[in-house]
């Protein structure tokens, strides 16, 4: 696109289509004419908002015109360019636009289009909709090529009636003809409404908007605390290892120094005696010698009177030492380190196991909202069955394990370690994790719905197998309005009806019980931390039925 091109498009009014006179902006940064911008605030001051001719954002209230110095300076400095002719041309209609439909010859774009005359009108053909009182009451919109969509195709005559029976626009004739006892009303009417409901679920997905940017947000905080914590902690880890390393490089820098330092005193001790021996050595060779040369003495007086002069021999005050303890290098040294080594093998090794745990138990918590509707916890439902290892002997198991009735006659089951022995309970097969949602029909004069633990006590107390009597266990007890855990017994907040909803998402810690009925009542919501897979459970006085989802 050339410059000119470029300029010409940023002074131009999109109203008029025609270089900007007196120009002004609103809110949005959009500029206008003074005039076209109120005029057409002027024909939108009926409605609640008002909105930008060019973006179409709204305003609540009416936005207030600011006088655009700098574009009224440039409109100046490009009239003397010569480039209000050249804009003359943009104004005339091309494939994409509305053309006027009073123009003759080269036709002007359309600036509006009314919807009583079914036409569309360029800036000088539309001003008698603005002088003539006759005109007044024409509804004027932004130009459309879609104008004889409001002809009736049957009876030629504007649609000015909406049908709701059949959801569609139909003229005065039509709500007399086929669509006669219909419930039909002005489409002004209809729009006024749904404009209404429009504007609700605006206001609804603007404050969902505002919530997920709220979320965004946390996000984005839960990001940079994951990256500064991962990254503090390598820091730290380093210079932990880091003193650990030099630990290690001191004491074997030590050892070293001490091997050294009792390698020079051994040396020097066994130095000491090798030069004491060797001067031995060398005195019993001298001895040696006068004995030999007294042997081969032929004179017999002569050896006689010499012999008894030579000095007795001593025994060698080194040897005899030397022979009775064996040498000791530093193979033990070798040997203690090699076994420091394989203890901090095993430090290591263990201490690895929990540090690589606590590095994958790491975890964000991202829960999805609790659903809203029957219909949203349904998405989570599951489908419980009984355990007959773990039902009482007093308690009948149907409906392919899901329904459980309670009976005077004390039934001959197979002795089970899982099984309840003192109490009407029964668990479900099922181990629960995730998101999980179920519900149950009861009857009779007490009923219990609960969660537990696989390792709740089967034989002991009743504060050791109860349901809700015990920390292993979550119950609703549904005949008197209660819940317990732990032997802590709380009033719910309404009355239960014969089916209760069980909603469960193990990962965020959340037990929320619901009295289903036509609509859907918050009996009592449990926030903990679940260490353990649940099982499903029941207390029965008469009988339950765990429902299939639907």
Request: charged share 25%; with cysteine.
């Amino acid at each position: 696109m050339e410059q000119s091109e470029v300029d010409r498009e940023s002074i131009l009014c999109s109203i008029c289509l025609d270089l900007l006179k007196n120009p002004v902006t609103i809110t949005c940064g959009h500029s206008f004419c003074m005039n076209c911008i109120k005029t057409h605030l002027d024909e939108e001051d009926q409605k609640r908002f008002h909105s930008c001719p060019q973006c179409r954002k709204t305003f609540i209230p009416r936005p207030v015109l600011n006088k655009n110095t700098i574009l009224a300076a440039l409109v100046e400095q490009l009239k003397k360019t010569g480039l209000q002719a050249a804009s003359a041309d943009h104004r005339y209609a091309g494939p994409e636009d509305v053309a006027c439909d009073f123009c003759s010859g080269r036709k002007l774009k359309a600036i509006k289009s009314c919807l009583v005359c079914l036409a569309s009108y360029c800036e000088k053909h539309l001003q008698p909709h603005y002088d003539s009182v006759t005109f007044k009451k024409h509804k004027l919109v932004e130009p459309s090529k879609n104008l004889q969509e409001n002809i009736c195709s049957r009876h030629d005559e504007v649609m000015k009636m909406f049908c709701r029976t059949d959801q569609k626009c139909i003229c005065y004739l039509c709500s007399m003809d086929e669509h006669k006892g219909h419930n039909t009303v002005l489409a002004v009417e209809e729009r006024t409404e749904r404009q209404r409901d429009l504007e609700e679920r605006r206001g609804k997905i603007q404050q969902m908007i505002q919530d997920q940017e709220k979320d965004v947000k946390l996000l984005q905080q839960e990001v940079e605390a994951i990256n500064h914590s991962a990254d503090k902690t390598v820091e730290d880890s380093e210079k932990i290892f880091t003193e650990l390393i030099r630990l290690l490089q001191k004491r074997s820098s030590e050892v070293k120094q001490q091997i050294r330092s009792q390698q020079k005193t051994e040396v020097s001790r066994v130095k000491d005696v090798q030069e004491k021996l060797e001067q031995e050595i060398t005195e019993l060779k001298r001895k040696d010698a006068e004995l030999e040369q007294l042997s081969h003495t032929e004179d017999h007086n002569q050896f006689l009177l010499n012999y008894p002069s030579l000095p007795a021999l001593s025994e060698s005050t080194h040897s005899s030492s030397i022979n009775i303890r064996p040498l000791r290098h530093f193979e033990d040294v070798t040997a203690a380190v090699s076994q420091l080594r394989e203890k901090l093998q095993d430090v290591l090794r263990d201490s690895w196991t929990n540090i690589s745990l606590m590095v994958t138990e790491v975890d964000v918590l991202l829960s999805e909202p609790e659903p809203k509707s029957r219909a949203g916890f349904l998405r989570y439902s599951c489908e419980i069955t009984l355990d007959p290892n773990t039902a009482n002997t007093h308690l009948v198991l149907s409906e392919k394990n899901r329904k459980v009735r309670w009976t005077d006659n004390n039934l001959s089951y197979s002795s089970h370690p899982d099984r309840f022995i003192y109490q009407w309970q029964v668990l479900s097969r099922e181990s629960l994790t995730g998101r999980c949602y179920w519900e149950v029909k009861w009857s009779g004069s007490w009923f219990y719905v609960a969660v537990a633990y696989k390792n709740i006590s089967r034989a002991g107390k009743v504060n050791e197998c109860v349901f809700g009597h015990n920390d292993k266990s979550w119950s609703l007890d549904c005949s008197n309005s209660r819940f317990g855990h732990n032997n802590i017994w709380t009033s719910v907040s309404g009355p239960v009806s014969s089916r209760v909803g069980v909603y469960l998402d193990h990962r965020a810690g959340i037990l929320s019980f619901y009295s289903v009925s036509k609509t859907m009542t918050l009996l009592h919501r449990v926030q903990t931390r679940f260490t353990q897979p649940l099982l499903a459970g029941v207390n029965v006085e008469s009988s339950a039925e765990f429902c299939k989802p639907n």
